[in-house]
Nanobody, 119 residues
Framework: QVQLVESGGGLVQTGGSLRLSCAVT??????????MGWYRQAPGKQRELVAH???????NYADSVKGRFTISRDHVKNMVSLQMNSLKPEDTAVYYC???????????WGQGTQVTVSS
């Protein structure tokens, strides 16, 4: 069984910072997830990729967050984090942690955490 639990969301002013964390609870080795990442969904919009990181550390970011957000992965603690700096009102959304199984390609999702950036 796999559970992803996000934390760290909240309300922040424009230009502020937040750090999201995703704790992965599993009996499997975290290396069994070849890609882990963060997605977000704003009201009335589709869920979109924010950033993802491979098991080898390779990263990919949405153009809208490049230079402001940093994704990291801790294999010992089984955690994935997203450091968000210089936040903008358009970053307001529910942020979801995601993990893709290496063996099956199955996507696991967290319950989501709200990030609100006030102008």
């Amino acid at each position: 069984q796999v559970q992803l639990v996000e934390s760290g969301g909240g309300l922040v002013q424009t230009g502020g910072s937040l750090r999201l964390s995703c704790a992965v609870t599993t009996t499997r080795n975290i290396f069994s997830f070849n890609v882990m990442g963060w997605y977000r969904q704003a009201p009335g919009k589709q869920r979109e990729l924010v950033a993802h990181i491979g098991s080898g550390g390779g990263t990919n970011y949405a153009d809208s967050v490049k230079g402001r957000f940093t994704i990291s992965r801790d294999h010992v603690k089984n955690m994935v984090s997203l450091q968000m700096n210089s936040l903008k009102p358009e970053d307001t959304a529910v942020y979801y942690c995601n993990a893709v199984s290496s063996s099956s390609g199955y996507n696991y999702w967290g319950q989501g955490t709200q990030v609100t950036v006030s102008s």
